[in-house]
């Protein structure tokens, strides 16, 4: 499985060149690879055929969320649905959650607990007709714990799938996190015939021209990722790097991330002096408060 999707986004990053995907304008706002508002694409794509329905549920910018890729590729079978902007101007609403058929969706989501702990895909007796996927930041599950998906079977991938992300968003969770098309595209391949799971690498369509944009590309990816990033950034710095030699423009981004680290640190340690100012403010005005009540109780024994 791992071996297909490298194999894949190799030839991605060949097939890649800045000129041959310029910038067009959708929606009134210029974009490389797909519109971010209606989900179209500026070049035909592949396609591929997905086992099962798939919602994915937005919880984050939707547009770095790698979820909106299966949308553009197959918005046929691929529902977006945003439950961040449900959550700042609903409130106090429920979420507009789909009225599930509970006993054909199941919820991608590892949960090794004793409540409601999930189960492994491959062991799902039949294909799910409709499978939930969380696009969120990997600390925000809040999603996860919406009414809108009690009851609904959660399921997490099988062992074989790859447990070493190919994502270029920095994290700190270490291996075995996924990013949402990663893990859609291992479910699909559990639960797909084996005459369809070739087509299914196609789903890294957008992911191998992105990331081959960010990294040979001249002006890094579509705004949505890339190498202004400061995500990505740390994750040039800190993990993507073990043990290689610095591409050129990796070095000229260690010196400005080195050089943002040093101003970020100045600005911080204004803070701190303007906060300490105030707080010796303060205690010297306690201190002539105290003074003047002590003088005015003087003067009460005085008078
Ligand atoms: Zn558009």
């Not at 910038?23 to 974009?31: A, E, I, M, N, Y």
């Not at 919880?59 to 691929?78: E, I």
């Given at each position: 499985m791992s071996s297909r999707i490298d194999t894949y986004l190799t030839s991605s990053s060949q097939t890649y060149s800045p000129p041959s995907h310029?910038?067009?304008?959708?929606?009134?706002?210029?974009?490389?690879?797909f519109c971010p508002s209606c989900y179209n694409p500026h070049s035909p794509v592949p396609d591929f055929e997905l086992p099962f329905k798939v919602d994915v549920i937005l919880?984050?910018?939707?547009?770095?969320?790698?979820?909106?890729?299966?949308?553009?590729?197959?918005?046929?079978?691929?529902n977006l649905i945003n439950y961040e902007k449900h959550e700042k101007h609903e409130k106090h609403e429920k979420h507009e959650i789909p009225d599930y058929d509970k006993s054909t969706t199941v919820i991608l989501f590892p949960d090794f607990g004793t409540e409601n702990p999930s189960v492994d895909i491959s062991t799902l007796k039949g294909i799910p007709?409709?499978?939930?996927?969380?696009?969120?930041?990997?600390?925000?599950?809040?999603?996860?714990?919406?009414?809108?998906?009690?009851?609904?079977?959660?399921?997490?991938?099988?062992?074989?799938?790859?447990?070493?992300?190919?994502?270029?968003?920095?994290?700190t969770e270490g291996t075995g996190m996924l990013c949402t098309l990663e893990a859609v595209y291992a479910a699909a391949f559990t639960c797909s015939s084996i005459e369809r799971r070739d087509g299914l690498v196609n789903m890294f369509y957008f992911f191998g021209l992105q990331r081959a944009a960010m990294e040979g590309g001249k002006g890094g990816g579509d705004g949505n990722s890339g190498k202004k990033g400061k995500g990505y950034k740390r994750g040039v710095l800190e993990s993507e790097i073990d043990g290689r030699v610095l591409k050129p423009w990796e070095e000229e981004y260690k010196r400005r991330m080195g050089e943002e680290r040093k101003q970020e640190g100045g600005e911080r340690q204004k803070q701190q002096k303007e906060e300490s100012r105030k707080k010796k403010f303060k205690i010297k005005q306690d201190n002539e408060e105290q003074q003047e009540g002590k003088k005015s109780e003087d003067n009460v024994v005085i008078n």
């Open positions: 310029p910038r067009t304008l959708c929606c009134s706002q210029t974009s490389k690879f919880h984050d910018d939707s547009k770095t969320a790698t979820g909106v890729h299966l949308k553009v590729l197959n918005p046929n079978n691929v007709e409709k499978l939930i996927v969380i696009d969120c930041k990997w600390t925000k599950t809040g999603a996860s714990r919406d009414e809108g998906f009690k009851g609904i079977k959660r399921v997490h991938l099988s062992s074989d799938s790859p447990t070493q992300s190919r994502y270029w968003r920095w994290h």
